[in-house]
């Protein structure tokens, strides 16, 4: 993705890179198509501009249904679209190359804006890295958001967007809203970037998240019950989980919140409260005895309320998922 400095606005993270993006391209009343599950402070921040936010059907694997996104946009159903095509949170998939480039054929095609949230995107997996749906954007529909909080420091909030046709009125509305980012913490960045290292740091940073997602899905093979089905990201830090019938994971949450284990329930990153028996989970962290001693845990009240066994749980190498997640 090739981009000139003109079309960037700095933003304070990627949360107001999404928030300026939103308010340039949607009024109230509008409604904003959304992969389902999607990351659970959309929902909020939907709704604080008066947004109807609109579950397109998802694949844990390939991503959106473009078929399903197609019908929504030729029934005149979305005044714009906001995905993550990329390490996709919370399942962590990837689009299909293919896929990406459809996806921008069509919002371009039906003049709809794309939000696209790159904010895992530089924390792939794989050698060869899968380019932006900005990539294939001709007419300047897709605006790409990102930042350097996943990748530096969660306290290095310096993000950006790439606006395409509405950049202008971006710059115009960051001015008014919160001026201008930390010069210093600006420059500073740009000395790193151009020295070479953030690359250096970045293929460091794969290697561990890799390593430490792979970690973690061994541990739910062996602790979680049988039938839990996880999925295996291409690239971030988190990935997506769905326990056999039985599991409410908001009653798991209750009761594991009580011994101080804090999870993120399913029904957060749905508008309509779907997915009760599925959560998300992080990997961030290095693995230590207390977090191994954690999920081994929920794993066994897991057991409990479903009634099964731990071990043998699925994952999306080995069976893959056959469900697909609909509206």
């Excluded at 995107?121 to 605006?143: C, H, N, R, T």
Aim: include cysteine; proline fraction near 6%.
């Amino acid at each position: 993705m090739m981009l000139e400095a003109s079309d960037i606005t700095l933003t304070h993270g990627c949360m107001e890179a999404l928030q300026l993006a939103l308010r340039v391209t949607t009024q109230p009343g509008d409604s904003v198509g959304l992969e389902t599950p999607t990351y659970f402070y959309l929902l909020p921040l939907l709704a604080s501009l008066g947004l109807k936010a609109v579950e397109i059907p998802t694949d844990p694997q390939t991503g959106l249904s473009l078929d399903a996104l197609e019908l929504m946009l030729n029934e005149k159903r979305l005044n714009a679209v906001i995905a993550m095509p990329t390490a996709q949170n919370p399942m962590g998939f990837t689009m299909p190359l293919a896929a990406k480039k459809r996806l921008a054929r069509l919002m371009n095609d039906h003049r709809v804006p794309l939000i696209e949230d790159g904010l895992y995107a530089e924390i792939q997996f794989s050698d060869a890295l899968s380019p932006a749906v900005k990539s294939f954007d001709k007419y300047g529909w897709v605006l790409f958001c990102t930042s350097f909080t996943k990748t530096l420091a969660p306290d290095f909030r310096i993000g950006w967007i790439a606006g395409g046709r509405f950049a202008d009125k971006l710059r115009k509305l960051k001015a008014v809203s919160s001026m201008t980012e930390s010069s210093l913490l600006s420059q500073t960045l740009a000395v790193f970037l151009e020295s070479g290292g953030y690359d250096h740091h970045l293929r460091s940073l794969r290697r561990r998240y890799e390593a430490q997602v792979d970690e973690a899905r061994a541990l739910i093979a062996q602790y979680f019950p049988q039938g839990t089905r996880s999925t295996r990201p291409m690239g971030g830090f988190v990935f997506w989980v769905d326990f056999p019938e039985g599991v409410d994971t908001v009653a798991l949450f209750k009761q594991l919140i009580e011994e101080k284990i804090c999870m993120t329930p399913g029904t957060l990153y749905s508008p309509s409260g779907r997915y009760s028996n599925g959560l998300r989970l992080s990997c961030c962290y290095p693995f230590d005895v207390r977090y191994t001693a954690a999920l081994a845990r929920l794993g066994q009240r897991a057991c409990e309320m479903s009634g099964l066994p731990p071990g043998l749980a699925q994952t999306t190498d080995d069976a893959r998922a056959d469900e697909t997640r609909t509206s």
